[in-house]
């Protein structure tokens, strides 16, 4: 059994008078909010790689028609490297990962990169 009698109980905190000094006014301020930074997926040249199979990669992976699969393939074996797509870091890894086990599985060393975009 309790042998201390209860403490009283705490005063209710009653609103400010509607037109007293006392009252709070809360201003709403907008928020700006950065959209995701993107990153851009990047085939690398090689000497080893088809160029058919790395037409067949743009397709699947990428949903390129032939013919744009195509130009970015040639971009790649001329330039060194072609951009295949641009999206939020989290699909631009799962990209490059597809797109690396897919290579891997066929017995080719193909290089594929995400990089920021600036």
């Known amino acids: 059994m309790a ?11 009653t609103p400010p008078a509607v037109g007293s000094d006392d009252s709070v006014v809360l201003e709403r301020r907008s928020q700006r909010v950065k959209p995701p930074q993107m990153y851009q997926v990047v085939l690398l040249n090689d000497d080893f790689t088809p160029m058919e199979f790395v037409v067949l990669v743009i397709q699947e992976f990428f949903g390129k028609d032939r013919e744009t699969a195509t130009q970015i393939m040639l971009k790649i074996h001329l330039e060194g490297k072609g951009v295949c797509g641009v999206y939020s870091r989290d699909i631009a890894i799962t990209k490059v990962d597809q797109v690396q086990q897919a290579a891997r599985s066929a017995g080719h060393p193909l290089q594929c990169l995400s990089e920021p975009v600036e």
């Open 3 to 13: 042998t201390q009698n209860p403490g009283k109980p705490p005063v209710p905190v």
